[in-house]
């Protein structure tokens, strides 16, 4: 396994609903993504995290927005929830910003109803 | 255009058979290159880095045309355990600061008895 853990594995949630999802990266990673994949598309990134700090976002909204702690570990939280952010999110870190391996998590489903 | 763009398949193939795959990307600035595979509702794992000199991984060769802007992959004697979905992807990274990961819509492989 990855060493990459992803909390809740499944969970569904209402239209405007806002929701947090967590990730627990592989130990002494300091670099943790988040992606989103709807189904039948590839994964799109989201933002990353390094020591604390977003240093990169992909195309979506501020609505999307996300925090990693000391231990670097991280949250995603999605406000405002849409029917289109039904997704598979994906979390996965790395060891340092532009890293080769990239370890992924196995994910929480999110169904927005 | 899409940033990468892959057939999706499916690609129903026999038990045996080789099977190759394409890519292409837009993006010249583009840094590294890789396979991913994922299983049916699973989180994408690496398949293997995709190097210009070209690689290989037992029945796995993986080829980069950096003129092109082309990736292939190709799998040879194919067995059952290949069914999945191929992602191709591409390390865009920010000014060389930040891993993004863009990934291809996937191809699927089914490989038959």
């Known amino acids: 396994e990855t060493g990459v853990t992803q909390s809740p594995t499944h969970l569904i949630k209402t239209r405007g609903q806002q929701v947090t999802l967590r990730c627990s990266s592989q130990?002494?990673?300091?670099?943790v993504s988040w992606y989103q994949q709807a189904l039948g598309q590839g994964p799109q990134f989201i933002f990353q995290?390094?020591?604390?700090?977003?240093?990169g976002r992909g195309n979506f909204p501020p609505r999307f927005s996300g925090l990693q702690f000391p231990n670097y570990s991280s949250e995603l939280n999605v406000n405002a929830l849409e029917l289109d952010d039904s997704a598979l999110y994906l979390c996965?870190?790395?060891?340092?910003?532009?890293?080769?391996?990239?370890?992924f998590g196995e994910g929480s489903w999110l169904t927005v109803v | 255009r899409k940033e990468v763009e892959q057939d999706p398949g499916p690609f129903n193939v026999p038990e045996g058979a080789t099977v190759a795959f394409n890519c292409t990307y837009s993006?010249?600035?583009?840094?590294?290159f890789f396979w991913y595979r994922q299983d049916c509702r699973k989180e994408p794992k690496l398949l293997m880095s995709?190097?210009?000199s070209g690689n290989e991984d037992g029945r796995f060769t993986a080829q980069l045309n950096r003129a092109s802007q082309y990736i292939s992959l190709l799998i040879r004697d194919s067995k059952l355990s290949d069914s999945a979905t191929y992602l191709c992807?591409?390390?865009?990274?920010?000014?060389?600061?930040?891993?993004?990961?863009?990934f291809g819509t996937g191809t699927l492989l089914a490989v038959q008895p």
């Open positions: 996965a870190s790395s060891l340092g910003q532009v890293e080769n391996t990239i370890y």
């Open positions: 130990s002494g990673h300091n670099t």
């Open positions: 995290y390094y020591r604390e700090e977003e240093n």
């Open positions: 993006n010249s600035a583009s840094q590294s």
């Open positions: 995709v190097y210009s």
């Open positions: 992807v591409v390390n865009m990274g920010y000014g060389g600061a930040t891993n993004k990961l863009i």
